[in-house]
């Protein structure tokens, strides 16, 4: 019984570290991926703030510039950005046969999907804790409490994007198809996510489809970690820290739920 559970955990931490190692090594071999992920919402980031910045004003905030308060959604957007292209990389790997012959592969299915999202994720953070660097430019101080708090919330969201990604990436056939669903119902939720425009100067139904975006409290939960332990009310997420926190996760953990059941149900079919 003990040899069997060794063995479990052992498949278990080969399959999802093997994955997630070339997940990591694969990106490191494609530069272009990093000036994609890392350059462009940078550019648009400068682009639409010095645009911007002395045309829009943020309610109750005269002291904010726009590229103060876009920079969460700047680094919202460098999470989505690499998980789109590392989502990528499950439908090349089932046109060259290799996510074929992970799936019949003894390894646990929630390994597989664990890996996948893991390499992701490393990918994601690692990119948005260098534009992060960028905080003070727009006039958010940084010390380490702040610095722990972001990269924290940007993990918690990096794995919910990746996640979400991946389970479409696992359903699709083609890597045009995919794209076009991505930006079909990312880009969406990207612009209405509460870090290009406030939702209080909005219409009524677009602030109810914000409230039901759950990128909105991603994007709260990023805003109030920059400013982890300030007392100014305009960077405490609407219905406190507790509910962004309690919505980020809930997410993340049924869309990985989601992943995890379409890889069971795929190697079952496979091996059957």
Request: glycine letters at 8%; a positive charge.
């Given at each position: 019984m003990g040899k069997s559970a060794t063995t479990r955990e052992g498949a278990f931490g080969l399959a999802w570290t093997a994955l997630w190692r070339r997940e990591v090594v694969r990106f490191l071999r494609q530069r272009s991926r990093v000036i994609g992920a890392l350059g462009t919402p940078l550019v648009f980031w400068i682009i639409l703030g010095a645009g911007l910045g002395r045309s829009l004003s943020v309610p109750g905030v005269d002291s904010m510039t726009y590229l103060e308060f876009s920079f969460p959604a700047a680094l919202l957007t460098i999470l989505m950005f690499t998980a789109i292209f590392s989502t990528f990389s499950i439908i090349e790997d089932r046109h060259a046969g290799f996510m074929q012959g992970v799936i019949v592969s003894p390894s646990p299915r929630h390994a597989i999907a664990l890996g996948k999202v893991c390499g992701g994720v490393t990918?994601?953070?690692?990119?948005?804790?260098?534009?992060?660097?960028?905080?003070?430019?727009?006039?958010?101080?940084?010390?380490?409490?702040?610095?722990?708090?972001?990269?924290?919330?940007?993990?918690?969201?990096?794995?919910?994007?990746?996640s979400f990604g991946a389970w479409l990436a696992w359903r699709m056939e083609s890597t045009q198809g995919f794209h076009a669903v991505?930006?079909?119902?990312?880009?969406?939720?990207?612009?209405?996510?509460?870090?290009?425009?406030?939702?209080?100067?909005?219409?009524?139904?677009?602030?109810?489809?914000?409230?039901?975006?759950?990128?909105?409290y991603c994007v709260a939960l990023l805003r109030a970690s920059l400013y982890f332990g300030s007392d100014t009310p305009h960077t405490a997420p609407p219905g406190g820290v507790g509910l962004s926190i309690g919505i980020c996760v809930g997410f993340a953990a049924i869309i990985f739920l989601l992943f995890t059941r379409a890889v069971s149900r795929d190697a079952a079919a496979a091996v059957n």
């Open positions: 990918l994601a953070v690692g990119q948005a804790a260098l534009f992060l660097a960028l905080a003070p430019t727009a006039g958010i101080a940084l010390d380490l409490p702040r610095i722990a708090a972001t990269l924290a919330a940007l993990t918690l969201t990096a794995f919910a994007l990746t991505m930006n079909l119902l990312l880009m969406p939720m990207l612009v209405l996510s509460g870090g290009f425009f406030p939702a209080g100067g909005s219409a009524t139904w677009l602030r109810a489809a914000m409230a039901a975006n759950p990128l909105s």
